[in-house]
Nanobody, 125 residues
C-alpha cells in the first residue's frame, strides 16, 4: 500500500489546519492508519490513529480534544483536523499504514511497515 501525506504549512498559534493521507494499493481501505510526528532532535511519536475497517479511533494525550482523525467515505483518505495549534505541535507529520498491527501496538512506529513522505507543520507563537 502507498500513502501520501499533504496539507502542512506555516500557521500561527491557535490556528487550525487539516492534513490528509491518501492511501492506495491493495486493501488500503481496511488498513490501520496512524499519524505520527517528529520534531527536530526528538523521536517519532504517535499522534492519532484509526484502527482497521472497524474505525476505532485513538489519540495521544497531547492532542486529545484538539485533533480529530477521520476516514472519508471513500475509505482511502484519512484526515487529521488540527485545531488550537500550539508551537509544540511543530514537526514533520507522517501517516503510516499497517494491515496487521494489533491493538496493543497501535501507537508504536515500528508496527507500521508503510509510510508516507511526511509533511511539515510549523506553528509560530
Amino acid at each position: 500500500v502507498q500513502l501520501q501525506a499533504c496539507g502542512g504549512g506555516l500557521v500561527q498559534a491557535g490556528d487550525s489546519l487539516r492534513l490528509s493521507c491518501v492511501t492506495s494499493g491493495r486493501s488500503g481501505s481496511g488498513y490501520t492508519v496512524g499519524w505520527f510526528r517528529q520534531a527536530p532532535g526528538k523521536e517519532r511519536e504517535f499522534v492519532a490513529g484509526i484502527f482497521r475497517s472497524e474505525g476505532r479511533i485513538y489519540y495521544a494525550d497531547s492532542v486529545k480534544g484538539r485533533f480529530t482523525i477521520s476516514r472519508n467515505r471513500d475509505k482511502k483518505t484519512v484526515v487529521l483536523q488540527m485545531n488550537s495549534l500550539r508551537p509544540e505541535d511543530t514537526a514533520i507529520y507522517y501517516c503510516a499504514g499497517s494491515e496487521s498491527v494489533i491493538w496493543s501496538a497501535r501507537v508504536t512506529p515500528n508496527a507500521y511497515p508503510y509510510w508516507g513522505q511526511g509533511t511539515q507543520l510549523t506553528v509560530s507563537s
